[in-house]
């Protein structure tokens, strides 16, 4: 038995979990904590860089969605993920930190056509060896480590990893592509 949770089990219908949950009270909700706990968290310490606001985060995070189990579940043909629905709760208490402890997001003048970023839909698929992979990931800028990170690990979209990073949509789209472009290039090389 592993410790911790495959990526599959981030798939399940959110309206049967919650359901179950809703059922089976404190042991119930301390076994989803348990599954889910280590990927809230590092999203919270990409955005805050902070373990001590990271935990912060996880909590909050857990706290307003066992709230909203309270006010209702998602119905049972609802297609939404449990990773789906979590992720709501991360992003807005990502969100909410950085409205108290950062500054907004910088305008910058940056053009997704420019690099081809904004047309780009493609996802990098890598079926080498786990080493280059991990050296090829270790070499990129810390900023693109982060939303690559996000993007493909954890299953944000480009709206929720802005907020996380406190950065807009754009330089999101931007640093993401270049990461894919550094990593195809790196894996390339070989």
């Not at 698929?125 to 996000?150: A, H």
Request: some cysteine.
């Amino acid at each position: 038995m592993t410790l911790i949770p495959s990526r599959t089990n981030f798939t399940m219908s959110a309206a049967s979990v919650l359901s179950d949950i809703k059922k089976g009270g404190n042991e119930k909700r301390n076994e989803f904590v348990w599954v889910n706990q280590e990927r809230v968290y590092a999203i919270g310490l990409l955005a805050t860089g902070s373990p001590q606001h990271a935990q912060e985060i996880t909590i909050a995070t857990f706290r307003n969605a066992f709230a909203s189990i309270k006010q209702g579940l998602p119905k049972k043909d609802n297609e939404l993920t449990i990773w789906d629905w979590l992720s709501q709760f991360v992003v807005e208490a990502c969100a909410e930190y950085h409205a108290q402890n950062s500054d907004p997001p910088a305008e910058q003048d940056i053009d997704p056509a420019a690099d081809g970023s904004a047309n780009m839909e493609w996802e990098t698929t890598v079926l080498l060896g786990v080493q280059r992979i991990k050296r090829c990931l270790g070499s990129l800028p810390e900023d693109q480590q982060k939303v690559f990170y996000l993007r493909h690990h954890l299953d944000l979209n480009y709206d929720q990893i802005s907020i996380v990073l406190n950065q807009s949509v754009e330089m999101t789209m931007a640093s993401l592509f270049r990461a894919r472009v550094q990593i195809v290039k790196c894996l390339g090389r070989g």
